[in-house]
């Protein structure tokens, strides 16, 4: 029964630690006005008949503070990757030298920082509530446990460490999405 109830505990974490991880990807590709790589993670080209990452297909860089480098492995790829991320809808307009990719990351408005640090909020909330389903049905194996046999301290001690992890999780949500809307705001 304390092994079920350790399984248990341990099954909650990689939930948890998975709405932590999702979250961190996400919280990356939202642009704090300064270039990053990571951003074009979502970007898919049509390699040969086949959707790639364009990562899988080029190397991205980040030279400078405002631009990022997209060096593909193959140049007759170049004016695909433009289209690809032009039809992305990042709001960048990429130019080629006929080697590489340049994009030029414009500086953000005030408007445009409160709307990604909405938006980087709406995702912390995600992993909240990602994070509190975890909880919730932790909480009802263990009262499941209960009600096959388990003793009512165990099963307090177990809902208590239970809440003890949830608030951890939750209180890494909140430092995740403070640095990330200090990194918005950040000019």
Request: net charge negative; no cysteine.
């Amino acid at each position: 029964m304390n092994e079920e109830l350790g399984l248990y505990l341990e099954d909650v974490k990689e939930k948890m630690d998975a709405a932590i991880d999702h979250l961190e990807r996400v919280l990356a590709k939202i642009r704090a006005g300064r270039a990053n790589p990571a951003i074009l993670d979502t970007v898919m080209i049509d390699y040969y008949g086949t959707a790639t990452q364009l990562s899988r297909i080029s190397s991205i860089s980040a030279p400078d503070a405002r631009t990022i480098r997209v060096q593909p492995f193959e140049r007759n790829m170049i004016s695909t990757i433009e289209k690809a991320i032009l039809i992305a809808n990042l709001g960048f307009n990429p130019s080629n030298n006929g080697e590489a990719i340049i994009i030029n990351v414009p500086p953000l408005t005030e408007e445009r920082r409160r709307d990604l640090v909405k938006q980087a909020k709406n995702e912390g909330e995600v992993a909240k509530v990602s994070i509190r389903n975890a909880r919730r049905d932790t909480n009802e194996e263990i009262k499941k446990l209960q009600k096959n046999g388990l003793s009512e301290d165990l099963a307090k001690g177990a809902e208590a460490e239970v809440q003890e992890i949830t608030n951890k999780y939750s209180a890494k949500t909140d430092e995740l999405l403070a640095e990330k809307e200090k990194d918005i705001m950040t000019i």
